[in-house]
């Protein structure tokens, strides 16, 4: 089995909050980035590279006409389908691995195996099984962030302290009382963490899947202002897909400090 990325917090400390300093770092950051990007994109031909300010002016305009809200609104449908379907299977199943030997051993090489495979090599088989179209997206968005939440729900029930379950039993714990009481929590931050992991292989793998399988969404807009050498509107679609990929992230970033608070105490470093 791989290793599975450790569960972590964000700097935040037990409130939530972060430092005023780190805040204004990333700001003075983007600020310098921003303002060398104008100075460097002015000097080169707008086909290669573009400018924030016709970013800007490029993404007011997909605002303006309502496309940008269209993709979104697919694309979002997509990973809710799918990123939602991943975690109905994911998390039972890399539970049921770490609890149980025998399935470890029957499932652990295919989880493994179809971790590392590249989706996109998975794409011809795809377009045969499913078409072109919404159903194709869905499955490429599970297939992206099913495995990240499979194998860190299996670490985390696997790395659970044998002495810490032996307590358990000899308070006659019952089957139930363990799962729900000690196993699950111990669990929950490396779990949190495959959420992390899989909600940004789900917006990768939509937009593989909208590009080469539905076009639609965002994907589609990526394609279609390519094809026209529209560099400044593919940087607005691109930046629009960051901002989502943040926001989602950040999402999840939120449920676990709700639901691994614990763990922010217990960082190393602030």
């Given at each position: 089995?791989?290793?599975?990325?450790?569960?972590?917090?964000?700097?935040a400390?037990?409130?939530?909050?972060?430092p005023?300093?780190?805040?204004?770092a990333?700001?003075?950051?983007?600020v310098i980035v921003?303002?060398?990007?104008?100075?460097?994109g002015?000097?080169?031909?707008?086909?290669?590279?573009?400018?924030?300010?016709?970013?800007?002016v490029?993404?007011?305009?997909?605002?303006?006409?309502?496309?940008?809200?269209?993709a979104?609104?697919?694309?979002?449908l997509?990973?809710a389908?799918?990123?939602?379907s991943?975690?109905?299977?994911?998390?039972?199943?890399?539970?049921?691995m770490g609890?149980?030997?025998?399935?470890?051993?029957?499932?652990?090489?295919y989880?493994?195996?179809l971790?590392v495979t590249p989706?996109?090599?998975?794409?011809?088989?795809?377009?045969?099984?499913?078409?072109i179209?919404?159903e194709?997206?869905v499955?490429?968005?599970?297939?992206?962030?099913?495995f990240?939440?499979i194998i860190?729900?299996?670490?985390?029930?696997r790395d659970?302290?044998?002495?810490?379950?032996?307590t358990a039993?000899?308070?006659?714990?019952?089957?139930?009382?363990?799962?729900t009481?000690?196993?699950l929590?111990?669990?929950?931050?490396?779990?949190m963490t495959g959420?992390r992991?899989?909600?940004?292989?789900a917006?990768?793998?939509?937009?593989?899947?909208?590009?080469?399988?539905a076009?639609?969404?965002?994907?589609k807009?990526l394609?279609?202002?390519?094809?026209?050498?529209?560099?400044?509107?593919?940087?607005?679609v691109?930046?629009?897909?960051?901002?989502?990929?943040v926001?989602?992230?950040?999402?999840?970033?939120?449920?676990?400090?709700?639901f691994?608070?614990?763990k922010?105490s217990?960082?190393?470093f602030?």
């Open positions: 089995m791989s290793a599975a990325e450790a569960p972590s917090g964000s700097p400390g037990a409130s939530g909050s972060r005023r300093g780190f805040l204004v990333r700001l003075v950051t983007l921003l303002a060398a990007w104008e100075i460097v002015r000097q080169i031909n707008p086909i290669f590279l573009s400018t924030p300010s016709r970013i800007l490029a993404l007011a305009d997909m605002i303006r006409n309502g496309q940008i809200f269209v979104l609104r697919i694309s979002l997509g990973i389908l799918g990123f939602t991943a975690i109905i299977v994911g998390v039972p199943l890399g539970i049921l609890r149980s030997r025998l399935a470890e051993a029957i499932l652990e090489p989880a493994n195996a971790y989706r996109v090599a998975l794409i011809p088989l795809l377009l045969i099984w499913f078409g179209g919404f194709a997206q499955v490429v968005i599970f297939l992206s962030s099913v990240p939440i860190n729900s299996y670490a985390g029930v659970i302290s044998a002495n810490l379950v032996d039993r000899s308070f006659c714990a019952s089957e139930r009382q363990l799962f009481e000690v196993i929590p111990a669990a929950v931050p490396f779990i959420l992991l899989g909600i940004g292989q917006v990768i793998g939509m937009v593989v899947a909208q590009m080469f399988l076009l639609s969404g965002l994907g807009l394609v279609n202002y390519g094809d026209f050498f529209k560099t400044d509107y593919v940087f607005a691109v930046l629009v897909i960051g901002l989502l990929g926001a989602l992230t950040e999402i999840v970033k939120r449920l676990e400090r709700r691994a608070h614990w922010e217990e960082r190393a602030g």
